[in-house]
């Protein structure tokens, strides 16, 4: 079973940037679907971003131009690049696996397994 652990989070101003790292142990995740997640305060949890094996991304509407998915198949990790943070952005961040051979997509049901998650903090 794949273990997740998202790293970068932290206390931003607006308009600064970050960069989540989400390592994988346990297996190999290149042929899988990967995807980044969001939980704000009193909110649902809400799929931001997602990644298939060909590098086929997908975005949430609201982050698209800001957010930026990526994968290293060599190190195993999965990347969020965030550019001008907002405060609306604050959340906990989690990544997530999904099943091989999945066209990109966003959604809880394309992914099986979550990460602990990292907490995103932007103060205005």
């Known amino acids: 079973q794949v273990q997740l652990v998202e790293s970068g989070g932290g206390l931003v101003q607006t308009g600064d940037s970050l960069r989540l790292s989400c390592a994988a142990t346990?297996?190999?995740?290149?042929?899988?679907?990967m995807g980044w997640f969001r939980q704000a305060p009193g909110k649902e949890r809400e799929s931001v971003a997602a990644?298939?094996?060909?590098?086929?991304?997908s975005y949430l509407d609201s982050v698209t131009g800001r957010f930026t998915i990526s994968r290293d198949n060599f190190k195993n990790t999965l990347y969020l690049q965030i550019n001008s943070l907002k405060p609306e952005d604050t959340a906990v961040y989690y990544c997530?696996?999904?099943?091989?051979?999945?066209?990109?997509?966003?959604?809880?049901?394309?992914?099986?397994?979550w990460g602990q998650g990292t907490q995103v903090t932007v103060s205005s």
């Open positions: 997530a696996v999904g099943a091989k051979w999945t066209p990109a997509a966003l959604g809880s049901k394309f992914f099986d397994s």
């Open positions: 990644i298939d094996w060909r590098d086929t991304t």
């Open positions: 346990g297996r190999n995740i290149d042929t899988n679907l």
